[in-house]
Structures are given as structure tokens and as C-alpha cells.
């Protein structure tokens, strides 16, 4: 079993759409959740991030982590053009203090068409 | 220059040919990270630096070879490739001890090896 697994997609929605994006993990040891923004020949950025459960909004976006589930969720609301990029998840098992690794989803390609 | 910045941005090369890939990071931070992106497939961790020592080897061939002079600089020597270590080279900083490892990618070098 993979320890991120990630829908890629590709998913496409009209303008105003409600987009949700998931990823489920196996690790236990995850509690650092974050999601990514890669717009085309660009390097990802973070969008969201969410230490252990519960909810975090920011504007249109919405992240959710279950991790009685270990399920984490990526809401955009009235979504835009500006939007389409690919969306990856992202989640590390300890905080600073020393390095960790990140362990990323595959990405989800989306595409918002005006 | 802000941000992370990296050269070439494109790069076409034999399998004989030696390469090097430069990373520059002018945020101040002090940890630097290569990545491997291929399609369908999460990033894949290389190498990880931490005030200008390795860190991580995340069980990648000889061919790539990794220099870090400094806190700002990164290289990824290449040699003798393969035409599957054809991606999308991904670099990214982060500042050691923070709260949560945010890491701030680079726009990346499109390699392709005929």
C-alpha cells in the first residue's frame, strides 16, 4: 500500500463550481498536512496547511484532515480559471527542530473552465 | 532575484554527456532539498542538505552527484544518465527549526536524456 495515495485526475468543473480534492494515507505517524499549488512550468507552492484534525479555511479554500479516516480534504469554493493547476497533497510525520521529509500525493490536474 | 531560482531551465543531453543543474536560494534559509518529478508519480526526495551537510540520500545511483558549497547554493552534478532520469528536477529551501517545514520550490529544469 502506498503511503499517499492521490486521485490524479484529471477533473475538470465549469466556473463557480465547488471542487473537492482528497488524499488517503497510511501512515499513522503523519500529522503535518499540507496542500500544494503547481501551476504549468512552475515549481509547487504551499497553499494550506493543517497540523493534526480538523478544519482550516482561508478564503475560497477549505482543508479538512481526518485522521481517525486518514483522509484529508481540499475544498475551493466559486472556483476560477486561475484555479487550474495541479494540487498536491503533502504530509510529514515530526515538526522542527531536524529535517523531515515531505511525502507528496501524484497530484490532481485541474482544469476550471470559464 | 527573489525566491528560489534555478538553472538551466531546459536541458537536453546524451548519455555520455556530463551536466550540472545550479540551485540558488535568497531567503535566508538553511536547508536545501533536490527532488525528482516524473509524470504520474509523487515527487521523489534526492538529496537533503542541512547547513551545508548531507543529510539524506534517499537511495539515488551514483550518476547524480549532489554539491553543497554553501547555505544559497546547490548543485546536481550529472553523468553518464539514463533516458528514464528524464524529468522534472526539482529544488527547494526551507529554514531548519521552524514550526512546520514549509519548503519553497523552485521552478525546476526540464531534463530530457536521448
Known amino acids: 500500500q502506498k503511503e499517499v495515495e492521490q486521485d490524479p485526475g484529471p477533473l475538470s468543473v465549469p466556473e463557480g463550481a465547488i471542487v473537492s480534492l482528497n488524499c488517503t494515507y497510511s501512515n499513522s505517524a503523519f500529522q503535518y498536512f499540507m496542500w500544494y499549488r503547481q501551476y504549468s512550468r512552475k515549481g509547487p507552492e504551499l497553499l494550506m496547511y493543517?497540523?493534526?484534525?480538523g478544519n482550516k479555511e482561508d478564503g475560497r479554500f477549505t482543508a479538512q484532515v481526518d485522521k481517525s479516516s486518514k483522509y484529508i480534504s481540499l475544498f475551493i469554493r466559486d472556483s476560477q480559471p486561475s484555479d487550474s493547476a495541479t494540487y498536491l497533497c503533502a504530509m510529514s510525520a515530526s515538526s522542527g527542530g531536524s529535517n523531515y521529509k515531505l511525502t507528496f500525493g501524484k497530484g490532481t490536474l485541474l482544469t476550471v473552465n470559464p | 532575484e527573489t525566491g528560489v531560482t534555478q538553472t538551466p531551465r531546459h536541458l537536453v543531453m546524451g548519455m555520455t554527456n556530463k551536466k550540472s543543474l545550479k540551485c540558488e536560494q535568497h531567503l535566508g534559509h538553511n536547508a536545501m532539498y533536490w527532488y525528482k518529478q516524473s509524470a504520474k508519480k509523487p515527487l521523489e526526495l534526492m538529496f537533503v542538505y542541512n547547513f551545508k551537510e548531507q543529510t539524506e540520500n534517499n537511495s539515488v545511483p551514483s550518476r547524480f552527484s549532489p554539491e553543497c558549497p554553501n547555505s544559497s547554493h546547490l548543485f546536481l552534478h550529472l553523468h553518464t544518465l539514463q533516458p528514464e532520469d528524464s524529468a522534472l528536477y526539482l529544488c527547494?529551501?526551507?529554514?531548519?527549526?521552524?514550526?512546520?517545514?514549509?519548503?519553497?520550490f523552485g521552478p525546476g529544469t526540464r531534463l530530457t536524456v536521448l
Open positions: 527547494a529551501s526551507s529554514q531548519e527549526g521552524s514550526s512546520y517545514n514549509e519548503q519553497f
Open positions: 493543517t497540523y493534526s484534525s
